[in-house]
């Protein structure tokens, strides 16, 4: 009999419930309850993203960005499984990778980075691996993700030094015969040297409860996992590198991000006095639209296929109408919204904090603007966040064009006011 599981997971399930911090002396910092606005607009620099024209402007959908050293925008394409990069006025500068299972072709790539030294990295969770591309776009070599981390999770930041820091989730790909994959109870954010000689090191961990996992029969020995979800607006990590190396991390409801060194010691913690709001009748009918519009377009699911011993991972794919059912109907909610929807930090080392719209707990909120020794800027009003930021105060937005639905990027120059 061929033994055979399956799984699908939504990497975004994640729930943290407590920081393990090493002792040591921590500044705390409380930002004023007042918001002090920001003057001042992004401007548009370019745009890249059409519905009809050049090849490389066609986008399947986008699913991450970054910029190198030299303000050049490197955009993945994760539908079309490609890298394009633009210079800084948009001009098309080349493709690197392409769909396929050859040297330097991509399978299901999911994130991708630049690091300091130039070169460009790629989360492939088709070869369960990092891609690593030079930084003229040619292939150097795949770097193999120890399968006892789990599966990585979108995010993927450059080291300082060298490399790159990645999270993973903690579900495990491989076990022993007839059941399904072991979970742990923490998250680690890992920085990964992409050396032969080296191993991932671990600079924080998180604590994070153990989902249940029911096993089904799927017919012809197979087996068929799914893991069940935490309550609806439970708080996740939200995490972004700081320049030495080290991470600005965000994990209860409550308003509170911690600074930590590259040895994972505390450095300081941000606070400011914003309480969760209660979830209310309405925001659970608001979550469970999202719950099922994401299912049914696959957005955030992975797949994973285990077949006499050979773990294969791929990426989207709409949820069955029963499995979407069942979910809904055995859902359930926290009690509270938490304060912060994203943490981000800029090439200066300047930490952006979004926090929940007041009456949308799915919607983009202010932006609180906090310097590299936690002085507090000021609160950016009406814009997104950015999804990536370049040395020259450049900042690329993922977006869908309003009028068509189409996938694209822009690129905006931050206001002198916001520094």
């Given at each position: 009999m061929i033994e055979r599981w399956h799984l699908s997971a939504t990497l975004s399930w994640a729930v943290v419930l407590a920081v393990a911090m090493p002792a040591a002396a921590q500044q705390t910092v409380e930002l004023p309850k007042r918001d002090r606005a920001l003057t001042g607009k992004s401007e548009t620099v370019f745009s890249v993203g059409v519905d009809e024209g050049p090849e490389w402007e066609m986008f399947a959908s986008v699913t991450g960005v970054a910029f190198d050293a030299d303000d050049n925008l490197y955009v993945l394409d994760g539908g079309n499984a490609r890298v394009l990069v633009f210079g800084p006025d948009g001009r098309f500068v080349r493709q690197i990778g392409k769909k396929g299972g050859g040297p330097g072709e991509l399978q299901s790539p999911m994130s991708l980075t630049v690091t300091a030294g130039g070169e460009v990295v790629v989360t492939?969770?088709?070869?369960?691996?990092?891609?690593?591309?030079?930084?003229?776009?040619?292939?150097?070599?795949?770097?193999?993700?120890?399968?006892?981390?789990?599966?990585?999770?979108?995010?993927?930041?450059?080291?300082?030094?060298?490399?790159?820091?990645?999270?993973?989730?903690?579900?495990?790909i491989m076990q022993g015969p007839g059941g399904p994959p072991p979970l742990d109870s923490l998250l680690p954010i890992l920085w990964h040297p992409l050396a032969e000689s080296e191993k991932p090191r671990r600079i924080f961990e998180a604590p994070m409860p153990i989902p249940k996992i029911e096993a089904r029969s799927g017919g012809r020995g197979e087996i068929r996992v799914s893991r069940g979800a935490p309550p609806a607006f439970s708080p996740t990590v939200r995490w972004s590198p700081t320049p030495d190396g080290g991470v600005a991390v965000a994990c209860g409801a409550e308003y509170a991000v911690e600074i930590v060194s590259p040895t994972g010691a505390g450095v300081r913690r941000i606070e400011r006095g914003i309480a969760p709001r209660k979830v209310t009748n309405a925001d659970k009918e608001r979550a469970k639209e999202q719950r099922r519009a994401q299912?049914?377009?696959?957005?955030?699911?992975?797949?994973?296929?285990?077949?006499?011993?050979?773990?294969?991972?791929?990426?989207?794919?709409?949820?069955?109408?029963?499995?979407?059912?069942?979910?809904?109907?055995?859902?359930?909610?926290?009690?509270?919204?938490?304060?912060?929807?994203?943490?981000?930090?800029?090439?200066?080392?300047?930490?952006?904090?979004?926090?929940?719209?007041?009456?949308?707990?799915?919607?983009?909120?202010?932006?609180?603007?906090?310097?590299?020794?936690?002085?507090?800027?000021?609160?950016?009003?009406?814009?997104?966040?950015?999804?990536?930021?370049?040395?020259?105060?450049?900042?690329?937005?993922?977006?869908n064009d309003p009028d068509t639905d189409i996938p694209r990027v822009i690129v905006k120059r931050l206001p002198a006011s916001w520094r």
């Open positions: 492939d969770l088709g070869r369960r691996a990092f891609s690593i591309f030079d930084r003229e776009g040619n292939f150097r070599h795949n770097v193999v993700f120890d399968m006892e981390l789990g599966l990585p999770m979108r995010e993927l930041y450059p080291h300082p030094k060298q490399g790159v820091l990645a999270a993973f989730n903690p579900i495990r299912m049914r377009s696959g957005v955030g699911v992975v797949r994973v296929t285990v077949e006499n011993g050979r773990a294969s991972v791929g990426t989207g794919g709409a949820v069955s109408e029963d499995m979407i059912r069942r979910e809904l109907e055995n859902m359930q909610f926290a009690d509270v919204i938490p304060v912060i929807r994203a943490v981000r930090t800029d090439a200066q080392g300047r930490l952006w904090i979004e926090r929940t719209a007041d009456r949308d707990p799915f919607a983009p909120g202010p932006i609180d603007l906090v310097a590299a020794d936690g002085r507090y800027v000021g609160t950016i009003t009406g814009e997104k966040m950015p999804s990536a930021f370049s040395p020259g105060e450049l900042a690329a937005y993922i977006e």
